[in-house]
């Protein structure tokens, strides 16, 4: 086979480096000034008020479901169609993920769905910025603050995207972030959870670290834990790479967006493929570029299109296996979910094959990708 071009990749230069390794010959490697400074380079960029760094986008999650105050019993309501962590994260605090179907277009958790779903156990509404963009906030907020819910926004996809004209992290209770390799900017490893309430900014920062609170008037060494956290803190190298990644996040979102937009062009008057939508009152961060599969034109399986466009050396993937379809969900944890329950997340899901798209793709590959895609489109349509 080929070498592939991944369907995501990390961007890290001489500079990012250079940025690193002043750290790890530092006095701090973990705990010390980096961490903070990375902490209020997001905020200021997202224009959150507060933002606390994590280990990873998982850690974001665990943290904000737990000063989210859920206990067990409490139900979480969020959308098949995302990485597990969003919903499992709240199973170990004794809460249950409840799913809502999704809308066709944006690919994003329903209003309409979620209203349906909302019970006197509901805590928590958790949306997920799919692919990049948006979810549909105003009509979240409405039903949030009629039933009185927090809203935790999972938008590991979508640093530096926004929302009529707001950036994400500037409103949501809680907004978590990815740094993973193959996010907006990465730290290796890393997460961060916005907030504008100056409470919540507290427990978190509490939580992630073991549950410790300080307590100077006893003595210099003394700390109480009332509630034991976890330890979920980032490194301050970790940090280090952050900053200079952040410096970034805009040119690689241009780039990103000049792809979609080669991509869009070259794809959209394809009648076996449905190219992605973004509507008009958001701009998305595109995280990946998702085609569809129209089956009825074509004369092969999802899979052999996948399979066939991996041995023409393109990194394919499907984003994601729904939830509905993953073991936990089916058994076992308080739920009972299988095929059939969601019919738009399901449908999307039978045709759904994401193709290569990160800031670092030469224009090379970028028309490679194009010239693959139609190659193999061409072979099976009917
Ligand atoms: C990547 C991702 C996460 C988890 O982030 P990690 O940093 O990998 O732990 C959570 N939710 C979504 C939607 C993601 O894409």
């Known amino acids: ?203 978190l920062k509490i939580f992630r670290n073991h549950g410790i609170i300080k307590n100077p008037k006893i003595g210099g060494w003394y700390y109480d834990i009332k509630n034991p956290g976890f330890n979920l803190r980032l490194t301050d190298f970790q940090s280090a790479l952050g900053i200079s990644q952040l410096k970034k996040v805009d040119k690689f979102i241009k780039r990103r967006r000049e792809i979609v937009a080669r991509y869009n062009s070259a794809f959209k008057n394809i009648k076996e493929i449905k190219i992605p939508v973004e509507r008009d009152y958001v701009k998305s961060s595109w995280h990946i570029y998702i085609i569809r599969l129209q089956l009825d034109k074509l004369k092969a399986s999802r899979k052999e299109i996948f399979e066939s466009m991996q041995k023409e050396g393109l990194g394919v993937q499907v984003h994601y296996v729904l939830l509905n379809l993953q073991p936990f969900c089916q058994e076992g944890f308080g739920m009972s979910y299988g095929a059939g329950d969601f019919p738009v997340a399901e449908k999307y899901y039978s045709e759904a094959i994401t193709i290569p798209l990160f800031p670092k793709m030469t224009d090379k590959e970028v028309e490679y990708v194009i010239k693959t895609v139609k190659k193999v489109i061409n072979r099976y349509k009917k």
Request: glycine share 6%.
């Open 1 to 203: 086979m080929k070498k592939l071009i991944p369907y995501g990749h990390q961007w890290i230069d001489e500079k990012d480096i250079k940025e690193v390794v002043k750290i790890l010959k530092s006095d701090w490697v973990t705990q010390g000034p980096k961490i903070e400074e990375f902490e209020n380079a997001i905020a200021k960029y997202c224009k959150a008020k507060y933002a606390v760094a994590v280990s990873s986008g998982t850690a974001a999650l665990y943290a904000a479901y737990a000063v989210a105050g859920i206990l067990p019993g409490n139900e979480i309501i969020t959308t098949p169609l995302t990485f597990a962590a969003t919903s499992y994260a709240a199973l170990f605090f004794g809460a249950k993920p409840v799913f809502a179907d999704i809308q066709e277009d944006t690919l994003n958790i329903d209003p309409v769905e979620i209203e349906k779903k909302i019970t006197k156990k509901t805590k928590i509404i958790s949306p997920v910025d799919f692919a990049g963009h948006p979810c549909d906030y105003d009509l979240i907020q409405k039903i949030a603050k009629k039933h009185k819910l927090l809203v935790i926004e999972d938008a590991a996809h979508a640093l530096g995207a926004k929302y009529r004209g707001k950036k994400i992290g500037s409103f949501s209770d809680m907004t978590i972030l990815s740094f993973h390799p193959v996010k907006t900017i990465t730290t290796g490893e890393g997460g961060m959870i916005l907030t504008n309430d100056k409470k919540l900014y507290e427990k």
